[in-house]
């Protein structure tokens, strides 16, 4: 029999519904004790066990998958994989499968619920509220402002068709060449991250983590912001120094931002973050969205068993 191991929250959450698939297929399953996703530490503790796993955005370094002697597979709940050494993977023979596309919708309206709250002050007019604070405050509308995107994938176009359709101006920057056919249907104008730093109203991340874009939102960036910019980032916490944010906070450098990842999660409760006013946080949860849940799981499970 061979042995499964499910980290994947999302997996956990709804695990009863799946239970008869491994054992039609004769598997044994261990459900993991995960809040968020398992450390390096935690996984060199028990991936030897292993056939194959269920993962989230847990830490599959090289160090972890050269104990792992029994892996065959490791099945990503979801798109991301920058979590797993991909290299050392492939060396070892170890299959890594995604869901490409997965949550490119769900992802693309919350990003747009962002600005709008940003651009509506929809979150200070309730709490002001609440507070038997009644005030008319000044906002504005997102037809007037400019929209940065970096990474113009499946997620990145969807939030410019969604901006576009609220006549926003829409700059973006990609390492690839994007298909004329998008561009000119969004109306968009490729650019380079510098110009989006320096004339971007909103700057929205949507591009894939790695050596080349860990804290591309440092000091550097945030100094060329002369617009005072909003920025949104729905893709992974590592794109943005921490500590470079929230001295862009507090020195006024940036109006605000929305963020649904962070370096470390949980994100600590103590973190000078969830004192601010000027930012709207979210439990890396922007997939949130049945439908397209229920696709991954579906996906998640056949990518499992047709590797082992």
Not at 25 to 48: C, F, G, M, Q, Y
Not at 125 to 131: E, L
Not at 191 to 213: G, M, P, Q, R, V
Not at 235 to 253: C, P, Y
Request: charge should be negative.
């Amino acid at each position: 029999m061979k042995r499964i191991l499910i980290s994947a929250p999302y997996m956990l959450m709804d695990f009863e519904r799946f239970k008869n698939i491994f054992i039609e297929n004769n598997l044994e399953v261990t459900l993991a004790n995960v809040k968020e996703r398992l450390s390096e530490h935690e996984l060199l503790d028990i991936i030897a066990d292993f056939d194959g796993v269920v993962c989230g955005d847990d830490e599959f370094t090289r160090k972890v998958l050269s104990k792992a002697k029994k892996l065959k597979v490791l099945s990503k709940w979801g798109t991301g994989i920058n979590s797993i050494d991909l290299k050392a993977a492939e060396e070892l023979g170890i299959k890594v499968c995604n869901t490409v596309n997965a949550f490119s919708h769900p992802v693309a309206d919350t990003t747009m619920a962002y600005m709008l709250a940003f651009a509506r002050s929809v979150i200070t007019s309730d709490a002001q509220m609440k507070q038997g604070i009644w005030e008319k405050i000044t906002g504005f509308t997102l037809s007037e402002k400019t929209l940065g995107i970096i990474g113009l994938g499946n997620i990145g176009t969807q939030v410019a068709k969604r901006a576009h359709a609220f006549n926003m101006k829409i700059i973006a920057n990609d390492i690839r060449d994007i298909a004329p056919v998008i561009l000119e249907q969004y109306d968009i104008t490729m650019t380079t991250k510098y110009d989006i730093f320096e004339n971007a109203d909103f700057i929205s991340i949507h591009c894939t983590l790695d050596e080349s874009t860990h804290h591309m939102i440092d000091r550097t960036a945030f100094d060329k912001m002369k617009q005072k910019p909003y920025l949104v980032n729905t893709a992974r916490g590592g794109h943005i120094s921490h500590g470079d944010l929230l001295k862009a906070l507090e020195q006024g450098v940036i109006a605000g931002a929305a963020l649904d990842v962070f370096e470390e999660e949980p994100l600590p409760a103590d973190d000078k973050l969830l004192q601010r006013s000027d930012v709207i946080l979210a439990p890396h949860n922007s997939n949130n969205s049945r439908k397209y849940w229920e696709a991954v799981h579906t996906n998640t499970l056949s990518n499992l068993i047709k590797n082992l």
